[in-house]
């Protein structure tokens, strides 16, 4: 009795297996064959790399000796035709019999190469497969884009929107028996509540100045969550003052939520906001995305009451979550980046890191040279075997020599095609090293006076990542992490004693700070008499906070700025 497996497959979840599974169990039954597994699976039948048939083409002939499916475009509905008849012969050369049970009679070999004549029926059924699939897909957006017509409140089942409520069409009609038009199932109605925030949130943004952090922390308040982009798509949103489009396409109008002379005024208002709260602009903080509090969130830039600059958590001020951490001055992140962008050309171990990570990107640029001049020499090889198969198709008179040529000629066409993505990929990946590379190898003398829109270009290609963990109010530490590797901290005094400036201390390279104490680790040679000398218990390890870092050294050598 042979052993069966049987692939099933729909497209959707909505979809039944039912039809298809009977189909093969009352094939077995004529045939008197044992089903022993089946693989099911609902994904459309034109997606790569299904987990069904690289289940199905794990088998081999231990494991069965026949695969059956309903018909052939349950197989594949690929466009590479090429690959649905690779993964057929796939099937046949792991030992497997196989039959599509739309051709019962027709059942392909195991171990043997397919006929040219059943090539052309295989390829000409995946081409049709494709076809059809085609052919639904439009179906489909006809349909889609008929009930979208049909009604002005239709819901397309896309994500609900805040200010409406997802209601049954009461004219729905199930089926079609009295040649109906077809009703869409579900409508969407106004929510009154939800209404009165959004036209509340209209008015604080035009007329009190509201920004939009503040409208969420407004709907926050009323119980409603929602992203500072999420509210910036709804201020700009037109269904709110009544207008539904399809395509670009004005289709329904319906009863708005938001006056129309109050939406209009939106485009203006956010222009001001940029203009007036330049900590929006990107250019103005060239820190944007390096700076993280030690809670995980980003430092933001943020105008404090005085008028003043301030980098304050988002964490803190988005009340996405609770952060203890506390802020510091603009001004004193810009001069602590100008003065670790220019230190570094004089810091050994930093500049050690640097070179030790270029001998290591010109190795890797080497490489990807011998990489992409092996891909190149493919790529004449294959255009070479095109150029061949060209001159045997022109001078061929044999039709079906001529089919199996074009065969053999979209193949070496998909591979062209797979080799120059290749080649453009490693191309991409060197110019990037090369810029990497560069960036590296800048070596800035003073830029004290430099502008923020070029401190930002040579932050980014120097520093990967700037750290601050806040004791208190007055003091915390930095942590900057360099591209090359190399690690750097730096303490900052906001009030100590009569200090009322920051002020930035730059630690030794010998000291390392502990994020989870707060402390800095410091090994120092302990005292020992020449006849006791030797090496073990030669160091110990101490422990410092910023209090005893003060007792134990003479921190004002450290200092590196002092701002006013």
């Known amino acids: ?89 796939n099937v046949l050369e792991n030992g497997l019999d196989l039959v599509f049970l739309d051709n019962p009679t027709k059942v392909y070999k195991a171990g043997t190469e397919i006929e040219f004549s059943d090539l052309v029926l295989l390829m000409a059924g995946a081409y049709a497969s494709n076809l059809e699939r085609d052919k639904i897909a439009y179906r489909m957006q006809s349909g889609k884009e ?17 200010g409406f409520d997802v209601v049954p069409n009461p004219d729905y009609i199930p089926t079609n028996k009295d040649n109906t038009k077809k009703q869409v199932k579900q409508l ?81 208002i956010k222009k001001r906001n940029v203009v007036i709260n330049d900590n929006v602009a990107d250019t103005i903080n060239p820190f944007k995305g390096l700076i ?57 171990r930093y500049n050690e890191e640097t070179t030790k990570l270029l001998e290591r990107y010109s190795s890797l640029k080497d490489e990807l040279n011998n990489i992409i001049n092996n891909i190149k020499s493919d790529i004449g090889l294959n255009n070479t075997r095109i150029n061949n198969i060209t001159g045997l198709i ?29 080649l453009q990929s490693k191309k991409d990946e060197l110019a990037k090293l090369d810029t990497t590379i560069s960036n590296l190898s800048v070596n800035p003398d003073n830029i004290v006076d ?29 942590k900057v992490e360099y591209l090359n590797g190399y690690v750097a901290h730096f303490i900052l005094v906001k009030k100590d004693g009569y200090i009322k400036h920051e002020q930035i201390f730059n630690v030794p390279d010998t000291f390392t700070f502990n994020p989870e104490t707060m402390l800095f680790n410091i090994d120092v040679m302990l005292q020992q008499t020449e006849m006791s000398f030797n090496m073990v218990g030669m160091f110990e390890t101490r422990y410092y906070n910023y209090e005893q870092l003060k007792e134990a050294y003479n921190i004002d050598e450290w200092l590196i700025n002092k701002t006013a």
Not at 148 to 160: E, L, N, Q, R
Not at 301 to 325: A, D, E, F, P, Y
Request: net charge positive.
């Open 1 to 89: 009795m042979k052993k069966v497996i049987a692939y099933l497959r729909v497209s959707t979840e909505m979809q039944d297996l039912e039809r298809q599974r009977k189909q093969v169990c009352n094939y077995c039954d004529e045939q008197g064959y044992n089903l022993i597994h089946v693989i099911e699976e609902k994904v459309s039948g034109a997606k790569i790399n299904r987990k069904g048939i690289n289940e199905l083409l794990d088998f081999t002939n231990d494991d069965a000796d026949l695969v059956i499916v309903s018909e052939q475009s349950r197989f594949s509905r690929e466009k590479n035709i090429v690959k649905v008849l690779m993964n057929i012969s």
């Open 146 to 162: 008929a009930l979208f017509y049909s009604h002005p409140y239709a819901y397309m089942k896309t994500s609900t929107l805040f």
């Open 188 to 268: 969407i109605q106004i929510n009154p509540k939800e209404a009165d925030l959004i036209r509340k949130m209209f008015d604080l943004y035009v007329n009190h100045n509201y920004l939009a952090k503040d409208l969420q922390r407004f709907l926050a308040d009323n119980g409603c969550n929602y992203s500072e982009s999420t509210i910036q798509n709804i201020l700009v949103n037109r269904l709110y003052i009544g207008e539904r489009y399809y395509k670009g396409k004005l289709v329904h109008t319906i009863d708005a939520i938001v006056d129309k002379e109050l939406f209009d005024k939106v485009p203006y």
């Open 292 to 348: 993280k509090c030690s809670c995980g969130s980003s430092y933001i830039l943020l105008k404090r009451r005085t008028g003043q600059k301030g980098m304050t958590c988002s964490n803190r001020v988005h009340s996405k979550g609770v952060c203890s951490n506390y802020g510091f001055l603009y001004s004193t992140l810009l001069s602590l980046g100008k003065c670790i962008v220019t230190n570094q050309s004089d810091n050994v």
């Open 394 to 422: 022109i001078d061929e008179t044999d039709k079906r020599m001529i089919s199996g040529y074009k065969s053999k000629l979209e193949e070496l066409y998909n591979n062209d095609e797979h080799l120059n993505n290749i």
């Open 450 to 478: 430099v502008s923020d829109i070029e401190l930002k270009r040579l932050i980014n290609t120097m520093i990967k990542r700037i750290t601050y963990y806040s004791y208190n109010t007055n003091k915390g530490v930095f």
